[in-house]
């Protein structure tokens, strides 16, 4: 729903808690998800969160946890996405009511995600055959034995594979979670939401993860001082030479670093910060196309159109109607 909207109707997010599931997971999904944004101010939540057990008693983390109180499984079927965690014991099968759920909520329509090992349990429900997943690095070999048929890629934050997305551990759904919330309800959101997170994750450049974030805060040979330097400057015409001449390093270091530090390479680290700039331009109102294109560095309408596209799956007067604050007036070049 567009931020300009006057009513807000929260989608409703069902995390399931199964024996021995990761309490941090859990965490992370009512952190992104569950917690009122009053300073946001909108006239709702953006969510609802609603946690469902498969007993009255759940004992997470090999008992160092117990939970009570919590809706059973058929509280997934009222769910617009469905949150499965991870679990130290990936080896050991889902019980049939688990995967049940996780069944007949893909089979109505409905949005899944998995954090970190929760992947597992996709597989085991035959959700992932012959799709793209990915899982924690620790346990791809174990995953691609018990799930030949799956297409993992274990070396990404995560993966979107249009209804079912997996992430590939327990902070990388910190990422898929504000890629997300992104995705939902707009750049602007989607920051104000990062920042009280204080969430300053990588973001790899070749999945559509382009959600701006703090900086972050290491000493020496952190990135820190260019890329706060680059985004005061993104109309300008930088390339990865002007990048490497500002840190006073070789085009090589500079790509070792970035690549080090945040998982991308200074190319697509740039043109997803233009990107990200272009959508809050947009979100604020700007209508001009040649504008937008001509402050966030992306140069012609025309290129604005392909980024877009390429980063959000939306072109520009779509994603106007969808997170703009004027309506749904076409941008015009």
Known sequence: MAQG?????????????????????????TELFGLP????????????????????????????????????????????TL????????????????????????????????????????????????????????????????????????????????????????AAALDLGLYLVRRDHGAEIANAVSRRLVFAAHRDGGQRQFVERPLPDVPDESLAPLLAWAQERLDEPLTVADLAARAAVSPATLHRRFRTQLGTTP?????????????????????????????????TAANLRVRLRRETGLSPSAYRRRFGTGGGEALVS
């Open 37 to 80: 944004r009053p300073e946001l101010g909108l006239p709702g939540p953006l969510y609802e969160v609603t946690l469902c057990t498969p007993t009255r008693v759940v004992r997470m983390n090999h008992g160092f946890f117990s939970m009570t109180g919590t809706a059973g499984l058929d509280a997934v079927d009222s769910a617009d």
């Open 83 to 170: 949150v499965v965690p991870g679990r130290p014991d990936n080896v050991v099968p889902r019980g049939p009511e688990v995967l049940d759920a996780i069944r007949r909520t893909h089979a109505r329509g409905a949005r899944i995600l998995s954090f970190c090992t929760g992947s597992f349990a996709l597989a085991e429900a035959g959700l992932l055959d012959d799709r793209r997943a990915t899982t924690h690095w620790m346990w791809a070999d174990a995953f691609r034995e018990l799930h030949p048929r799956v297409r993992l890629e274990p070396d990404v934050l995560f993966v979107d594979e249009e209804r079912i997305l997996t992430a590939a551990g327990s």
């Open 267 to 299: 190319l697509a680290w740039l043109t997803g910060e233009r990107v990200a700039l272009a959508c809050r331009l947009i979100e604020r109102g700007e209508e001009r196309l040649d504008v937008v294109a001509e402050r966030s560095g992306l140069g």
């Open 5 to 29: 909207s006057s009513q807000r109707v929260p989608h409703r997010v069902a995390v399931i808690v199964d024996e021995g599931t990761n309490p941090f997971e859990v965490g992370v999904a």
